[in-house]
């Protein structure tokens, strides 16, 4: 896979996962969540997901 492709899907987890970690965080707490700590918890979610996508070959052609 492209470097371009892969940081591309890593930075949409990252906003996805930094967004859900908000509306958890707002509807147990009823507070808005810090955005460093969004930020941290988006971070770390993404190293597991560039690790997989960088495992992802393309398919030989024959």
């Known amino acids: 896979m492209a470097f ?7 930075v949409l987890v990252m906003l996805a996962i930094s967004f859900i970690a908000g509306a958890i965080w707002m509807s147990v ?8 700590i969004a930020g941290a918890i988006g971070g770390l979610a993404t190293l597991p997901v560039w690790e997989l996508l960088k495992r992802i070959k393309p398919k030989k052609e024959k």
């Open 4 to 10: 371009w492709k892969r940081l591309l899907i890593t």
């Open 29 to 36: 707490f009823n507070i808005v969540i810090p955005s460093y």
